[in-house]
């Protein structure tokens, strides 16, 4: 993993906040517009299954 990236996100700041520019930013930028399209898509195909997602939190 990118050294930049662990950092910044272990001081609270992602790297495509801090860097928005960088080479590693826009690589996650363009993951998760993949990801997101995927999602998009999936969503509007009936015939997609369903996930019913249950969490169970306990204190």
């Known amino acids: 993993m990118n050294a930049f990236v662990r950092l910044s996100g272990d001081q609270g700041q992602p790297a495509v906040v801090a860097q928005p520019d960088s080479d590693a930013a826009k690589a996650m930028q363009e993951i998760a517009e993949k990801v997101a399209q995927a999602i998009s898509i999936a969503a509007l195909d009936e015939n997609t299954n ?5 969490i169970n939190i306990t204190n």
């Open 50 to 54: 369903k996930l019913d997602l249950k």
